[in-house]
T-cell receptor
Framework: AQSVTQPDIHITVSEGASLELRCNYSYGATPYLFWYVQSPGQGLQLLLKYFSGDTLVQGIKGFEAEFKRSQSSFNLRKPSVHWSDAAEYFCAVGDMEYGNKLVFGAGTILRVKS | DGGITQSPKYLFRKEGQNVTLSCEQNLNHDAMYWYRQDPGQGLRLIYYSQIVNDFQKGDIAEGYSVSREKKESFPLTVTSAQKNPTAFYLC?????????????????FGPGTRLTVL
């Protein structure tokens, strides 16, 4: 069965600094990968997704992610973090064997200090 | 505006009671999902439905039930058999895989319902 690991439970960065959130997946075939963001007490919003093609994917709010098959990783990056980016971030992998089912990582809470 | 609505936003339940969480979507999506979110555990799939009048158990279906009588609606009942129901519940919807051919469709999420057992 597929799984997603987000090694960092919490990350704190200074406003204006760069950000990288790690995501590792376990999946036998070509993965369908997603990053979602959640503000406290809210639903999830899609930041970006990877299906195939260019391994560097651009998303909303200035985020990007790079798919590295050799490392089974799909890390999320942002060159300059804004205070409004403070939220919880979830990586997910699509399960082709069960229709549209997604498997989510445990999440990384991002804190931004001014 | 198209989207997913969940009600109520907050729900309090006494032990031994069944409660039903509402989820409605006007995105014309075939597939709908229910997730449970607990701190530090991410989202865990309770039930999902790919078409009207059909649904499948997810990873943590025990103590929950669903119905899918209409395309737009996918209510979740938390029964008294659910031993620890206090959590944040999220509903999502997506296009069906078959309408895409190959691939996985992104899921769109509602704002969630926080259930607390008193």
């Amino acid at each position: 069965a597929q799984s997603v690991t987000q090694p960092d439970i919490h990350i704190t960065v200074s406003e204006g600094a760069s950000l990288e959130l790690r995501c590792n997946y376990s999946y036998g075939a070509t993965p369908y990968l997603f990053w979602y963001v959640q503000s406290p007490g809210q639903g999830l919003q899609l930041l970006l997704k990877y299906f195939s093609g260019d391994t560097l994917v651009q998303g909303i709010k200035g985020f990007e992610a790079e798919f590295k098959r050799s490392q089974s990783s799909f890390n999320l990056r942002k060159p300059s973090v804004h205070w409004s980016d403070a939220a919880e971030y979830f990586c997910a992998v699509g399960d082709m064997e069960y229709g549209n089912k997604l498997v989510f990582g445990a999440g990384t809470i991002l804190r931004v200090k001014s | 505006d198209g989207g997913i609505t969940q009600s109520p936003k907050y729900l309090f339940r006494k032990e031994g009671q069944n409660v039903t969480l509402s989820c409605e979507q006007n995105l014309n999506h075939d597939a709908m999902y229910w997730y449970r979110q607990d701190p530090g555990q991410g989202l865990r799939l309770i039930y999902y439905s790919q078409i009207v009048n059909d649904f499948q158990k997810g990873d943590i279906a025990e103590g929950y039930s669903v119905s899918r009588e209409k395309k737009e609606s996918f209510p979740l009942t938390v029964t008294s058999a659910q031993k620890n129901p206090t959590a944040f519940y999220l509903c999502a919807s997506s296009r069906s895989r078959t309408s895409l051919g190959l691939g996985i469709a992104e899921q769109f999420f509602g704002p969630g319902t926080r259930l607390t057992v008193l």
